[in-house]
């Protein structure tokens, strides 16, 4: 209960309209580079993709990376939640803020390539390097352990106690399912930050075809469903249920308030955590990455997210287990477990790398030691997160992604003035 009043107190009217007043002042500013520069990004940038050198990784393999902490539980279980507790009205209210924040996205991905340093054969960037450079040192401090504190929350036990719910659908027991992705964790990222990016780089793009084509499948079974379903979300979105016959105050705001967390959850964009796997990219500049960081927004929120919310709506079930069933018979809890498996296993790693490049500025020399003994934590968190309540989980993961949001947004104030939209 305190988790959950916490986080309805953080996620209220002023955190909302922070960051809608950031995101239209990057796209007024921008002269909207979320939809103007999608052609450059088709055009230019694909031709350069899979450019890298020794040590670092490419831009498609940054933005793979940066996927799998978009794509996956969020994306899936949370759309579900978000529909369950803010009505469908909360999916139209998460496109408007995908809209917008696509531009926070570019800006913050943009300063974190133009002002990344090089460590080793590698890479490295994000808020904190940032916020250091213009001589906030304590806040680069705060932010990288609300990073460090997010990726417990958001990566481990969310994930963690999302895949555990859907194992025990199929008879799992939690104390199976978390000794599973334990070790499944264990194998990869102890082997290095190339490793959790190789690995993301085949996953995501993968499974993320296959469910979107499992998705497309679901919405052409119930198409005759689909102008109700419009309906609903923009009724809804504006406080009007046709059940009530009228205007209702509480379902605007829990379908705004909602749509919003839930869209911040699944993007990350205005969180600067997606920023740290942009900036490790080699051969690119900052103006080409910007415009993936506008690809993962398209990709998480207009596409996969989107699908989403439609296959639930036309089906008439809250819960992504029920619209596999529906679709797929006994076998949809398994063709489900698969992919929430990937996906819930990809931004574990996400998650990883992101407090990864945290630790690296911390602590410095001695970052190889802290980030043993992170990475041993994360593997105890994931087995723990199977056996929380999950509604306090993922009230948890929404408060540790407000407090990273702050100092994002206090540096991209400060670099406001240095980004560009238009020189590759």
Not at 14 to 37: D, E, H, M, N, W
Not at 117 to 139: I, Q
Not at 254 to 263: D, E, F, P, Y
Request: glycine share 12%; hydrophobic share 55%; proline share 2%.
């Amino acid at each position: 209960m305190l988790f959950e009043l916490l986080r309805d107190l953080i996620w209220g009217l002023p955190t909302v309209g922070l960051i809608f007043g950031f995101g239209l002042y990057f796209t007024v500013k921008s002269r909207c580079i979320q939809l103007a520069g999608f052609k450059t990004l088709l055009r230019e940038t694909f031709s350069g993709s899979r450019r890298t050198e020794k040590g670092g990784i490419s831009p498609l393999t940054a933005l793979s990376t940066a996927l799998g902490g978009t794509v996956g539980i969020g994306s899936i279980v949370g759309v579900g939640l978000g529909i369950s507790l803010g009505g469908a009205g909360s999916v139209f209210w998460m496109w408007v803020c995908g809209l917008v924040t696509a531009a926070i996205k570019y800006a913050e991905v943009y300063i974190a390539v133009a002002r990344r340093r090089r460590d080793g054969d590698g890479f490295v960037g994000g808020t904190m390097y940032c916020l250091d450079d213009a001589g906030r040192h304590g806040t680069a401090v705060f932010f990288s352990l609300c990073c460090i504190l997010a990726a417990f929350g958001v990566g481990n036990l969310v994930q963690s106690n999302a895949i555990a719910d859907v194992l025990a659908g199929v008879g799992a027991k939690p104390l199976f399912s978390g000794a599973l992705l334990a070790l499944l964790l264990a194998v990869v990222i102890f082997d290095g930050r190339s490793r959790i990016a190789s690995v993301n780089a085949v996953l995501v793009p993968l499974f993320s075809a296959l469910y979107i084509l499992a998705m497309l499948f679901i919405i052409l079974r119930n198409a005759e469903m689909f102008p109700e379903a419009v309906r609903r979300i923009f009724t809804e979105a504006f406080g009007f249920r046709a059940a009530a016959g009228g205007f209702s105050a509480s379902l605007l705001s829990s379908a705004l308030r909602i749509g919003v967390s839930k869209g911040i959850f699944s993007s990350e964009a205005g969180m600067g955590s997606s920023p740290i796997a942009h900036a490790a990219a080699e051969g690119t500049t900052p103006y080409r990455q910007g415009l993936w960081g506008v690809a993962e927004i398209v990709i998480d929120t207009f596409i996969v997210s989107t699908l989403t919310a439609f296959a639930l709506l036309l089906t008439g079930h809250t819960e992504m287990d029920a619209v596999f069933r529906s679709a797929f018979g006994p076998a949809g809890s398994y063709i489900l477990l698969a992919f929430l498996a990937v996906f819930a296993f990809a931004s574990i790693l996400s998650w990883v790398f992101y407090a990864d490049g945290c630790i690296g500025f911390l602590f410095g020399t001695k970052k190889k030691a802290v980030s043993f003994v992170f990475r041993l934590l994360s593997v105890l968190f994931v087995f723990g997160g199977v056996f929380l309540s999950g509604e306090a989980v993922w009230a948890a993961a929404d408060i540790f992604n407000a407090l990273m949001i702050f100092p994002n947004l206090f540096m991209l104030f400060i670099y406001r003035k240095e980004i560009k939209y238009g020189v590759l």
